[in-house]
């Protein structure tokens, strides 16, 4: 990937076509505060002849990179393609039609990987883990990442507390015969802090399996059918997977939860995510407590297996009533759709799902229909 800064001479805004997202840039913005990554093959070559400087991230006069952009980009209101860029300032492509909505490039043959923090704190994971072991969803990931709460003074809680609880889910999964379940790895262990500077070049990450395994499989997806990464915690390994490969926010769509709470703890990440990808949310300003009625009897119809007692239990507990449906609002919306009925926008470059927004009785229907699956636990109710 190559790079170009431009001027901040207030020239006026260049509108940019990534394969259907339009992405307005206002070059009065365009400068130290801001690199667009752009594909060095195809068109770009051209301009990459002409002027190594421009995409090597150096310093070009304002009148010369005005120039560039005039010829290459055709400046205010004609569009280019610019594959791979990871610019993105807008709303995921998307519709809502009687009760239904539809994000561009996202449905339930995606591939798909689940990244969260805690793991026996939200039944969203059994359910995905379900789906996988039907054949039903294309798992092809698992990322334990670190919850950030309170990492400015000190963490609340240590990371093995997190990759302990992923290992007992998956073994009771396991015992209770569901396959086809990745092994969890591990993704950030610190939150990411926000340079002095404030720019995303000088930020400090971490390269983790959690990071190597989303950059790998969104180089192996399209931004016609895209990785779709369900983030149940902070945004910190994806972000370093982007600040490790920028070429892959194209090829991604990140559904994340209360942002703007618990799990927006490690702000910075939060920022970069949504700044570069495709950034669906849920709940912001509200939780489960305010969507519907919490029905723990209703599990008593799961299987008597272990992974059946533990989802009992968990019902029953102080968690599943605050917790309820955890992280899975978007999972059950994927694989059943009119869980969710509206969206509304997330301060202009993404979306998120208003309190009315939710369907619960159509959530639970889906969950127990899943794990009530006649071929999921065969010959062992």
């Known amino acids: 990937m190559s790079g170009w800064s431009g001027g901040n001479d207030g020239i006026g805004e260049i509108v940019l076509r990534d394969c259907g997202n339009v992405t307005t840039v206002p070059l009065s913005g365009v400068g130290d505060e801001e690199k667009i990554a752009v594909d060095s093959a195809g068109w770009w070559s051209e301009i990459r002849r002409r002027n190594h400087a421009a995409v090597t991230g150096e310093r070009t006069s304002r009148y010369h990179m005005r120039t560039l952009l005039k010829k290459s980009l055709s400046i205010v209101g004609l569009c280019c393609c610019l594959p791979g860029s990871g610019v993105r300032a807008v709303e995921p492509g998307h519709t809502v039609e009687g009760g239904r909505i539809r994000i561009e490039g ?34 092809v990931g698992n ?3 670190r919850c950030t709460f309170g990492w400015e003074e000190k963490y609340a809680h240590e990371l093995k507390q997190q990759t302990d609880e992923a290992a007992k889910l998956l ?28 720019k995303e070049a000088d930020t400090e990450y ?7 395994l989303i950059v790998a499989e969104a180089k192996k997806a399209s931004r016609e059918e895209p990785l779709l990464v369900f ?23 990140v559904f994340q939860v209360d942002g703007g709470g618990y799990n927006g703890s490690d702000g910075w990440a939060w920022e970069i995510t949504q700044r570069h990808f495709r950034f669906v949310n849920w709940a912001r300003g509200y939780f489960w407590d305010k969507v519907g009625e919490w029905k ?15 989802l009992r239990e968990y019902a029953g507990s102080g968690l599943g009533k605050a917790n309820q449906w955890g992280d899975g609002a978007w999972l059950f919306e994927v694989f059943a759709p009119g869980c969710l009925t509206e969206v509304e926008t ?17 959530m639970e229907a ?11 636990f065969p010959g062992k109710r």
């Open 106 to 139: 996202v449905g339930p043959g995606n591939p798909m990987l689940y990244d969260n923090d805690f793991w026996t704190d939200v039944p969203d994971a059994a359910y995905l883990w379900a789906k996988a072991s039907l054949g039903e969803a294309k798992l």
């Open 143 to 145: 990322v334990v990442t």
């Open 171 to 198: 073994r009771l999964a396991k015992e209770s015969g569901l396959k086809g379940i990745p092994e969890p790895v591990v993704g950030s262990t610190v939150a990411m802090r926000k340079p002095k500077s404030g």
């Open 206 to 212: 971490e390269r983790t399996a959690g990071s190597a």
């Open 231 to 253: 983030v149940g915690g902070s945004c910190t390994t994806i972000a370093s997977a982007f600040l490790t490969d920028p070429g892959i926010a194209d090829r991604v769509v």
């Open 296 to 310: 723990p009897e209703r599990f008593d119809e799961l299987p008597k297996n272990p992974l059946g007692d533990f």
């Open 346 to 362: 997330f301060d202009g470059t993404a979306i998120t799902v208003p309190l009315s927004g939710n369907d619960v009785k159509a």
């Open 366 to 376: 889906e969950f127990f229909r899943t794990l009530g699956h006649p071929k999921l």
